[in-house]
């Protein structure tokens, strides 16, 4: 018997030394990639400063889910709180204590947002610019415009960690830490879509719906999410698990009011409080490229 439990506790023993070992090279695989430096230089966009352009910039600033992770008023706030998987904070966008806009130029703003990257080259976490990399100059020039006139909130935020999980995690692929790896930084600059009810302006907006739907806007588990995060549904015009059978009509009362055409309440994940203040213009674009991309199954993404 003391034969049989010294040979568990050595098999043991080499287990745990083993995934320590696993461990540390997870550690420093990873923390080269966090800490990699990009060499990334936009050309510079032009930045409105009157009130017409600051008043679309918030538009675009709401429709496109900032205020999500950075909070109603851009002060910043934590969006993941999780032992395992880390403590990540969406940072403070005012000049506010805290704040990182009065530190930053145009062209700061540029790489952060089109590129995920911060003015010394080291990459953001978990910024979703690979949703941002198609927006074009003149509605970057409009966000960046309203940014900067945002009101100062103090707002200091502890420095972002990444968590064991994490760490496992985003070394297998399985969560998009480091967005700025999946940018192609070298890519054309997009061009200025016209606001207008077609399917063209409809693919322009769709952008922000990836990081939630998916590329392929089937839904699904999203990578790297705790459990208990709500899966995003499928949108794409599958009549089974998707919108094939919603009018027109039904598309706007779920962005206006999180309502299903059947009367069922959408996710609380679901942002209707930004969705509703998006134009007839917009949803109606929106609902013409969604029922044009190919039919695919619940989970895909």
């Not at 930084?185 to 399917?199: C, F, G, L, M, N």
């Not at 499928?234 to 027109?248: L, R």
């Not at 055409?261 to 509703?276: A, H, I, Q, S, Y």
């Amino acid at each position: 018997m003391r034969r049989v439990l010294k040979w568990a506790g050595m098999v043991l023993g080499g287990l745990i030394v083993l995934l320590l070992v696993g461990f540390a090279v997870v550690f420093v695989i990873t923390d080269g990639r966090i800490n990699r430096t990009y060499s990334v230089e936009p050309a510079a966009i032009a930045v409105p400063s009157d009130s017409a352009s600051i008043a679309r910039g918030r538009h675009i600033t709401v429709t496109r889910g900032c205020m999500d992770c950075h909070g109603d008023n851009l002060e910043g706030k934590p969006f993941i709180n999780d032992a395992a998987l880390g403590n990540l904070y969406a940072t403070n966008l005012t000049s506010g204590q805290g704040g990182v806009a009065s530190q930053y130029t145009d062209t700061d703003w540029v790489k952060a947002i089109r590129h995920g990257v911060r003015p010394n080259g080291k990459p953001l976490l978990f910024m979703p610019s690979q949703e941002f990399t198609g927006i074009s100059d003149e509605d970057l020039g409009y966000m960046v415009a309203y940014i900067k006139s945002l009101p100062a909130v103090d707002n200091e935020l502890p420095r972002s960690e990444v968590g064991p999980l994490g760490r496992v995690l985003y070394a297998s692929g399985e969560l998009p830490l480091v967005p700025a790896e999946l940018i192609q930084h070298d890519a054309p600059r997009p061009k200025a879509v016209e606001p207008s009810e077609t399917a063209e302006y409809g693919a322009y907006l769709a952008q922000s719906c990836m990081g939630c739907h998916g590329e392929g806007f089937s839904g699904g588990k999203i990578p790297g999410t705790p459990p208990e995060m709500p899966i995003p549904t499928n949108i794409t015009p599958d009549t089974e698990t998707g919108i094939g059978d919603w009018s027109e009509a039904d598309f706007f009362r779920a962005l206006r009011e999180g309502i299903r055409p059947d009367g069922t309440v959408l996710n609380e994940f679901m942002p209707v409080r930004l969705t509703k203040q998006m134009t007839d213009t917009e949803i109606r674009a929106l609902y013409l490229y969604l029922m044009s991309v190919p039919p695919r199954a619940e989970g895909n993404r």
